[in-house]
């Protein structure tokens, strides 16, 4: 049997960044959503960062976080 997720790369990085202050989506949901996630790719590749007084909205640590993993994660572009 095929499950909703048989299709998905197992092995794929993923950065997920929440605000611990957003009043919009609660950090609770982002912690949910990281959790559901790591049942269906390796666990190994899911990170979870949070940003201290973040609301719905970016920083720049935040921002500097993803350069990181897309530079780390993607080849580079000519």
Not at 22 to 43: A, R, Y
């Amino acid at each position: 049997s095929q499950g909703p997720s048989s299709g998905v790369n197992k092995d794929i990085a993923v950065l997920q960044c929440h605000g611990d202050c957003d009043p919009l989506v609660p950090v609770m949901f982002g912690s949910l959503t990281v959790e559901k996630l790591k049942t269906m790719i390796n666990p190994a590749n899911v990170t979870f960062k949070t940003y201290s007084g973040m609301m719905h909205s970016s920083s720049l640590e935040e921002m500097m976080d993803v350069k990181q993993f897309i530079d780390k994660h993607l080849p580079p572009v000519d």
